[in-house]
C-alpha cells in the first residue's frame, strides 16, 4: 500500500481535511499512520484503544451505542427506514448525490477497489485539494487542457493490475486521455506517448 502524501497538520487544517501524515513515528506506539487534526491521534492507536476497550466488555460497549443511538437517531440512515420508505430513501439518495457529484464519485471508487481488492480510501476534499495542486489541468504533461468544468480521477496503478484507491494513486486527467490512458501500467502509457524508450 502507498504512503500518503506527507502534510502538516496546520496545513491539513487549512484545507479542511481530517487527517494529516507527517512520515514519523508516534509517540504512544511508533506507528507510522494518519493523524486526526483534531486531536494528533494516530489512528493506529485509535483503533487500539478502540478495540481493547470493546474487548473488555463488550455488553458495556453494546448498551454504550444503544444509548447513544437513542439520543441521536438518524432514520433517514437506518437499513429499516429505508426498507419501509423505498420512495423517500430513493429521492434523499438522489438529492444527495446531486448535490455531492464529487463525493458520489469517490463512493463509487471505494466500492470498486473493495471488489477488485486494491483497498485504499479518499475523500472528496482530496480530490479537490490534488486539483488545486495540478492547477486545474490534465495531468498528462504533453496535453495541458483544463479540468475545471470536466475531470476525471485516473489510478495511476490500475485497480486491475493491483494498484490502490489511495489519494497518492490518484491523477486528474480531461476525459479523452483518461479514456486513451483506460487500465494501462503507466510505464506502458508512458511508452506509447513516447515518454520511455
Not at 72 to 79: F, V
Not at 94 to 115: G, L, T, Y
Request: aromatic fraction near 6%; charge should be positive.
Amino acid at each position: 500500500m502507498e504512503r500518503p502524501q506527507i502534510i502538516g497538520r496546520r496545513e491539513a487544517e487549512a484545507l479542511g481535511l481530517k487527517y494529516y501524515f507527517t512520515g514519523k513515528p508516534c509517540r504512544r506506539a511508533g506507528h507510522v499512520d494518519l493523524r486526526y487534526v483534531e486531536n494528533c491521534n494516530c489512528m493506529e492507536c485509535t483503533r487500539e484503544r478502540a478495540n481493547a476497550k470493546y474487548f473488555a466488555d463488550p455488553e458495556r460497549e453494546h448498551e454504550r451505542n444503544k444509548k447513544r443511538y437513542a439520543a441521536n437517531p438518524t432514520p433517514n440512515r437506518s437499513a429499516a427506514w429505508q426498507r419501509d420508505h423505498p420512495v423517500e430513501s430513493r429521492a434523499h439518495k438522489a438529492k444527495w448525490a446531486k448535490e455531492n457529484p464529487e463525493s458520489c464519485r469517490a463512493k463509487c471508487r471505494r466500492r470498486r477497489a473493495r471488489i477488485s481488492g486494491g483497498g485504499g480510501s479518499h475523500t472528496a476534499k482530496e480530490i479537490e485539494v490534488l486539483a488545486e495542486r495540478q492547477n486545474h489541468l490534465c495531468a498528462h504533461p504533453w496535453c495541458g487542457k483544463s479540468i475545471r468544468r470536466k475531470r476525471h480521477a485516473d489510478h495511476i496503478v490500475p485497480l486491475a493490475l493491483g494498484g490502490s484507491n489511495n489519494i497518492a494513486n490518484i491523477q486528474l486527467l480531461c476525459p479523452p486521455c483518461n479514456h486513451k490512458k483506460s487500465d494501462k501500467h503507466p510505464v506502458e502509457w508512458a511508452q506509447q506517448n513516447g515518454m520511455l524508450l
